[in-house]
């Protein structure tokens, strides 16, 4: 890593997931297959929900109506074209995938981010893998990601719907903040809704332990429950390793 603070790119959470759960040399994931799938799945639900294109209602996720710029458009079309709503859960069953994951590995790649490795065997490609090509857009998720840690002692609060769009506040509201200085609020110094998010994310995968050792597991692990769609991986994850454990007995 270079003495310069990282630049942060701005990545999705989908592709900031996939980055920090891939080794640097060789490109293979740094938790199960499984694993990195269907968090991904949770990440992407969990990226409509900060742009306010999906919310939580009850126990069903809906689409609100919002047509944010984003790269899940396809996804959002699929949340917002069933006849009936689905629970968190069923909807990372119902994205997590190879082909999604690649897509957003791809995406990375096409960004200088990673490098497409493919190894040709008997004619064809396999073992695929996405080592990374420029460190500087993960030194900055790891510093988020540290800062974020440790700038929350008592704990780290989930991020609302559609939170990253109220971040981002321009226009008339930010000039006229800015020019009444006497009586505006004061800035807040919390993490960032999307890199509470992320925590939250990487706890459900287990990965948050391996990257930060340090970080407070307890807290974490209450952080990805109160979180919708981490407790929604943390879910399916359950599912998933019982159906093996059931497979393995047979």
């Known amino acids: 890593m270079n003495a310069e603070t990282p630049q942060a790119v701005e990545l999705s959470l989908p592709q900031a997931f996939l980055l920090l759960a891939t080794n640097d040399k060789d490109g293979k994931p740094e938790v199960p297959v499984f694993a990195l799938r269907t968090t991904v799945a949770g990440a992407i639900l969990a990226e409509l929900d900060l742009l306010g294109a999906i919310g939580l209602e009850g126990k069903h996720i809906r689409a609100t109506g919002a047509t944010p710029e984003t790269e899940l458009q396809h996804e959002l079309e699929l949340i917002r074209g ?3 709503p689905h629970s968190p859960r069923r909807w990372v069953s119902m994205l997590e995938g190879r082909a999604q994951t690649q897509r957003i590995y791809e995406q990375m790649a096409a960004a200088g981010i990673v490098e497409h490795v493919g190894e040709k ?3 064809r490609f396999r073992a695929v893998r996405y080592p990374e090509k420029d460190h500087a857009p993960e030194a900055a998720l790891l510093e988020k990601v540290r800062t974020a840690l440790r700038a929350a002692p008592s704990g780290l609060q989930p991020p609302e719907s559609g939170a990253a769009e109220a971040g981002a506040a321009t226009g008339p509201e930010a000039a006229t903040s800015e020019a009444t200085p006497a009586t505006a609020k ?3 110094t919390g993490p960032e ?10 706890q459900a995968a287990g990965l948050l332990g391996k990257l930060f050792p340090e970080a407070d597991r307890i807290r974490a692990s209450e952080l990805a429950k109160d979180y919708w769609p981490s407790r929604a991986v943390e879910d399916e ?3 998933i390793r019982l159906a093996e454990e059931e497979a393995a007995n047979l």
């Open 186 to 188: 004061p800035a807040t």
């Open 82 to 84: 069933k006849s009936r």
């Open 193 to 202: 809704p999307r890199t509470i998010a992320l925590i939250a994310l990487m």
């Open 237 to 239: 994850l359950r599912m």
């Open 121 to 123: 065997h008997l004619g």
